[in-house]
């Protein structure tokens, strides 16, 4: 088997689509559809905030106040109540430790939403079902930045070449390959574990139960 390891992004790949979760808040907000995305993803303002975020040099609580002001709504707890349909992705949890059942190395290599006031990673008990754990705020990096891949191999103790980069955002796979990690984009939680299987050799669908 030439994979040690396999790196999962965390949102919308090992939980449900962030996308999704995005507007069912901006409908609960009464908020056209697609506004929060569009706040947090398209607004230059907002790109800035969630990239100060992820790197940890603003706080939760400004971030919260930043986009809410984008918005026109209140802020408080924004990041809780934004992320309130968010659930974990349960095809892609298994297969995650039916990896590392099989003897592979799991890693999660996430961007951070911040963890004060709320932590949104506290349910997953990552640090327990994963053998490495990299969250962008913490290491003051991110993705797409290729350092903060590298962190990941190094933490890993893998070459590029041993690893796989599940992430559902196409630009984030792009560092990754050029450090020799086969990516995946995760569009949908069925392709993903059969691009999984068919690369690791393991029964993933059917001796997992997945």
């Known amino acids: 088997m030439p994979y040690e390891a396999v790196i999962f992004d965390f949102g919308g ?3 449900t689509s962030l996308d999704d979760c995005a507007r069912a808040f901006a409908r609960e907000c ?3 559809e697609n506004a929060y995305l569009h706040a947090v993803a398209v607004n230059p303002a907002g790109r800035r905030l969630y990239a100060e975020l992820e790197r940890g040099d603003i706080t939760q609580e400004t971030w919260n106040e930043g986009i809410a002001g984008l918005l026109g709504i209140d802020g408080t707890d924004l990041m809780r109540r934004a992320l309130a349909t968010l659930r974990p992705e349960p095809r892609i949890i298994g297969v995650a430790k039916a990896i590392r059942a099989a003897g592979l190395k799991t890693a999660v290599l996430s961007n951070s939403m911040g963890m004060t006031p709320f932590n949104p990673y506290e349910p997953w008990r990552l640090d327990e079902s994963h ?4 969250l962008s705020e913490k290491v003051g990096m991110r993705k797409p930045d290729p350092e903060i891949y590298r962190l990941a191999l190094d933490m890993l103790g893998c070459t590029g070449q041993a690893c796989i980069f599940v992430d559902d955002i196409e630009a984030n796979l792009q560092p990754a390959q050029a450090l020799g990690i086969t990516p995946i984009h995760a569009q949908d939680p069925e392709a993903t574990t059969r ?7 393991l029964p993933l669908n059917a001796a997992f139960g997945v």
């Open 13 to 15: 790949v090992l939980t």
């Open 30 to 32: 009464g908020l056209a």
């Open 131 to 134: 053998d490495v754990v990299v």
């Open 195 to 201: 691009r999984l299987q068919a690369l690791l050799s």
